[in-house]
């Protein structure tokens, strides 16, 4: 029997639909004339859910009692027995009473009718995944007991996303659709906030793409597939290092800017015995050029440049290949036959590969230096070594020349010779094999003590005799050189390493950086220098430089002061006194200078921006504070002005009740001028950091009444205190304005006939007070300037009631209390102000 097929809807959340769209798919499928069942369908009270049940017949379920409750689960026995087609099964990491059946989970449960041959449809959230269980905990404050292993929906053969945007589904919410109406505003204040349902959904997205990439990926292997299916275009740039790498990347960056999701990836191919000609410095560079055009690196190892550029193309799924036009000269490359570019063109399949040429184009390559990896002085011991041991040698061999054979003679020879290069490398060995050759010539072979040879073989003997040591001499050589190079490639990258290490660890100060060139290097001081006048200046002319950082004594004042420079760019160099600088410590003090390069200008931009933010900060508010005043402070002064100077009128005789009048006219002017001064001071106390905050646990049951009793209209808030709300630390008086200052904004927005409402609740460590209103909510664009002061909204009432003081004081006051307050919108309409503060312990 064919096992059954399982198809998976997934949720970000709860209420998104998965159960409709399970129920949708059933009914549809039973109109096409499929036995489908509903196994166990669990609505959770939602009348449309319900209604969507239609006429799908549903299998009774199985009422099990456990501790004196009564619980139902689905009848896995009655559903085989009614033999269906299909099966819709809800909830598929629900834990199953104890006691309903042989299995504790319903996945368990649904592999059983799979195992039958039944097809089954269910439904499962991302936060029961038991991979992303705790990473969902962190997010929302809620540990999930039911999980399911990420293997179970892995292997589901279809996986669909219902998926709704968080402010969809908080409307959804908002007009009771998926809890009940007294539930609503403790889920939209907990569970279900806009930040919990974001993360969540991009968790439920980026989980399906991984399983999408599987799923394309095994169905190309199981097919042997081998092209590129161009999903997306993915643009591979090789480098070598070269001085083309800057004009290679800004090409594939553009390529890749040209469609929607376009990616860029740099790979560099390293020789697999970790040796490379590209400088350290220069690929530095290329890399943070890839990183700041929105691309990443990547170094991969590979004899076969032109193979392992492709093989890396093929394993990211690449759609093109850019690569730069060889360095080498056409004589050199008929010589050399194909290069890396005709190579990978031929390798490349339905690859695109472009070949940009560059200004280094046909110019050839600079070669490498050809010292030696050896030291003189073990040259000169592997001389004295081949003297040593052919003066010691040739008169044994001489002595036992009736009982040794030509060939042992020769084999002798030739272990002088290796042992000579092991010691000193080739010359000497060189200089070993062409002695020894004539020894053996003159000592042992006929006519002995000439240099005449007689019998053809022996030519032959000595002539393999010189070549083989000529050859294991070079091989020696070649090795000493290999592993020479391959440890000082291994002491740059640790110091390049322990460089990094101290960017990361946070030392991104210049002086900092300096320092640690100048301890790397073996320096006495280290400076920075910029050009005076902002272009290329002499190296030579102390005047024209200028020193932005330095470290150690006696620091230079030019580039030529110093015994070592590296050139950061047209303006800046970094400039090394105390020693000259091997070629190989030159190359990698210049991915030094650009690492301090890339400092330097990253703290420029941290000053100026610095710089220019109080300014800017400033002059907005100046600029606020007198649009505000010229209307707002002139108001109350002209009202109480007119009042007072009305009686005292001679000339008009007031009637008692006109008396009063204008004495609350001018009473109320004044006490709006009093409101405005005391916001205006408040404010500028929290701008130059001197607010007085003394925090004690406080009860949010004392201070929100305290501040409604402030409120005229108090009586059009609804309160919702949990009696378990846990105090929480904060200036009870600086608490209480927080509160009357949001509540008042609210009322003022709230339209007529709307309460509005003030919900408390706690987050593991911390509370939140929730004021909402149904006013014309705040914007995403303003939920961060609506507390900049002197900000009103457009609509804002026109009874001349604030300046827009209010939130600004509130976010100040509850930030000096170690708090936040944010906005966010309220579902179904208006705003909800939200202020986070730490729960007393």
């Given at each position: 029997?064919?096992r ?5 809807y997934?949720?970000a959340?709860p209420?998104v639909?998965?159960?409709?769209a ?15 069942v509903?196994a166990?369908?669990?609505t959770h ?13 549903v299998?009774p379920?199985k ?21 269906p ?9 629900h ?11 319903r ?5 059983v ?31 999930q ?6 293997a ?7 996986i669909?996303l219902?998926?709704l945007t ?6 959804r ?19 279900f906030?806009?930040?919990n ?5 991009e ?59 376009g ?15 590209a400088?350290?410095a ?7 050029l890839?990183?700041?055009?929105g ?5 991969v ?32 490359q ?19 590969v472009h070949?940009?040429?560059?200004d280094?184009a046909?110019r ?11 030291t003189?002085?073990r040259?000169l011991?592997?001389?004295?070594t081949?003297v040593?041991s052919?003066?010691?040698l040739?008169p ?16 002798l020879y030739l272990l002088?010779v ?8 080739f ?15 003159f000592?042992?072979v ?5 240099f ?12 393999i ?23 000082r ?8 390493s322990t460089?990094a290490?101290?960017l990361?660890?946070g030392?991104?100060?210049?002086t900092?950086?300096?320092e640690?060139?100048r301890e ?11 050009h ?5 200046a ?14 150690g ?36 003090l210049s ?15 941290a000053e ?10 400033s ?10 005043l010229?209307?707002?402070?002139r108001?109350p002064?002209a009202?109480a ?6 009686l005292r009128?001679p000339d ?8 009063r009048?204008l004495?609350?006219?001018a ?7 009093t409101?405005?001064?005391t916001?205006?001071l ?24 305290r ?21 929480v630390?904060?200036d ?10 949001l509540a ?17 609740s ?10 909402i ?19 009103r ?7 001349g ?7 600004a ?30 729960a007393a312990t």
């Amino acid at each position: 029997m064919a096992r059954g097929t399982l198809r998976i809807y997934l949720g970000a959340a709860p209420g998104v639909g998965k159960t409709y769209a399970m129920l949708d798919e059933g009914c549809r499928r039973r109109a096409r004339g499929v036995d489908v069942v509903a196994a166990f369908v669990e609505t959770h009270g939602r009348a449309h859910t319900a209604e969507r049940i239609g006429d799908l017949p549903v299998v009774p379920r199985k009422k099990v009692t456990y501790r004196d409750a009564e619980f139902e689960e689905m009848d896995l026995a009655a559903v085989l027995a009614s033999r269906p087609q299909q099966a819709l099964v809800d909830e598929l990491a629900h834990t199953n009473v104890p006691g309903s059946g042989l299995h504790e989970k319903r996945w368990q449960d649904i592999d059983v009718l799979l195992d039958a041959g039944i097809d089954v449809i269910s439904t499962v959230n991302i936060q029961h995944l038991e991979s992303l269980n705790d990473v969902v905990e962190q997010i929302t404050g809620v540990h999930q007991r039911e999980t399911v292993p990420d293997a179970v929906v892995r292997a589901a053969d279809q996986i669909e996303l219902i998926d709704l945007t968080p402010e969809a589904l908080r409307r959804r919410m908002a007009h009771g659709n998926i809890y009940p109406a007294e539930k609503v505003d403790a889920a939209l204040g907990n569970y279900f906030r806009p930040g919990n349902l974001t993360a969540l959904r991009e968790l439920a997205l980026l989980w399906l793409a991984d399983r999408v990439e599987e799923g394309m990926q095994r169905y190309r292997e199981q097919h042997g597939i081998t092209g590129t299916w161009e999903t997306r275009e993915r643009i591979v740039v090789a480098l070598t290092g070269g001085p083309e790498g800057d004009t290679l990347i800004r090409r594939a960056a553009r390529i890749a800017a040209r469609s929607v999701g376009g990616e860029l990836l740099a790979v560099h191919v390293s020789r697999s015995d970790g040796l490379a000609e590209a400088g350290v410095a220069a690929l530095t560079t290329q890399r943070l050029l890839v990183e700041s055009l929105g691309g990443s690196y990547h170094s991969v190892v590979g004899d076969d440049v032109a193979r392992a550029v492709i093989e890396f193309a093929r394993s990211v799924d690449a759609t093109q290949i850019v690569l730069g036009a060889s360095r080498r000269p056409l004589w050199l490359q008929a010589l050399s036959g194909a290069g890396t570019g005709s190579t990978v063109t031929h390798l490349s399949g339905q690859i695109d590969v472009h070949m940009v040429t560059h200004d280094y184009a046909r110019r050839g390559r600079v070669l490498p230096s050809l010292a030696g990896g050896l030291t003189p002085r073990r040259r000169l011991a592997g001389l004295v070594t081949a003297v040593v041991s052919l003066a010691a040698l040739t008169p044994i061999c001489a002595a036992l020349r009736d009982q040794l054979s030509l060939a042992a003679n020769v084999s002798l020879y030739l272990l002088v010779v290796i042992v000579t290069s092991l010691v000193g490398g080739f010359y000497p060995a060189l200089a070993a094999a062409i002695a020894g050759s004539l020894l053996l010539n003159f000592y042992f072979v006929e006519p002995l003590h000439t240099f005449t040879i007689a019998a053809p073989e022996n030519v032959v003997a000595l002539v393999i005799f010189l070549l083989s040591a000529v050859l294991v001499s070079q091989v020696v050589d070649i090795a000493a050189r290999r592993s020479s190079q391959a440890t000082r490639a291994t002491a740059e990258a640790e110091t390049l390493s322990t460089f990094a290490g101290s960017l990361l660890r946070g030392e991104q100060g210049l002086t900092a950086l300096l320092e640690r060139v100048r301890e790397t290097f073996a320096m006495r001081s280290v400076s920075l220098l910029k050009h005076a006048t902002g272009g290329r200046a002499s190296p030579s002319v102390p005047g024209q430089w200028t020193t932005v950082a330095t470290v150690g004594d006696n620091a230079p004042a030019c580039p030529t002061d110093g015994d070592a420079f590296a050139a950061i760019d047209d303006e800046q160099t970094l400039v090394l006194r105390g020693r000259p600088l091997p070629a190989e410590d030159q190359r990698v003090l210049s991915a030094f200078a650009a690492q301090v390069g890339v400092a330097y200008r990253q703290g420029q931009l941290a000053e100026a921006a610095a710089a220019v933010e109080p300014l800017a900060e400033s002059e907005r508010q100046r600029t606020a504070l007198l649009n505000a005043l010229s209307h707002d402070l002139r108001t109350p002064i002209a009202s109480a002005k007119a009042a007072v100077t009305s009686l005292r009128a001679p000339d008009i005789a007031w009637a008692d009740a006109e008396r009063r009048e204008l004495i609350d006219t001018a009473d109320a002017a004044l006490d709006r001028l009093t409101d405005l001064v005391t916001n205006l001071l408040d404010l500028s106390r929290v701008q130059a950091g001197v607010l007085p905050v003394l925090t004690a646990p406080v009860g949010l049951d004392d201070v929100v009444p305290r501040a409604l009793d402030s409120i005229a209209a108090a009586r059009d808030v609804d309160l919702d205190l949990p009696d378990d709300l846990p105090a929480v630390i904060a200036d009870a008086g600086l608490l209480e304005r927080v509160v009357a200052n949001l509540a008042q904004n609210a009322l003022r927005y709230s339209p007529d006939g709307q309460q509005v409402r003030i919900a408390a609740s706690a987050h593991a460590d911390r509370v939140e007070l929730r004021v909402i209103d149904r006013g014309p909510g705040i914007p995403a664009t303003k939920a961060e300037t609506v507390f900049a002061a002197f900000q009103r909204q457009d609509d804002a009432p026109t009874d001349g009631a604030g300046v827009g003081l209010g939130l600004a004081i509130a976010r100040g006051f509850t930030e000096a209390m170690g708090g936040t307050v944010t906005a966010e919108e309220t579902p179904g309409g208006g705003a909800t102000l939200v202020v986070n503060l730490a729960a007393a312990t």
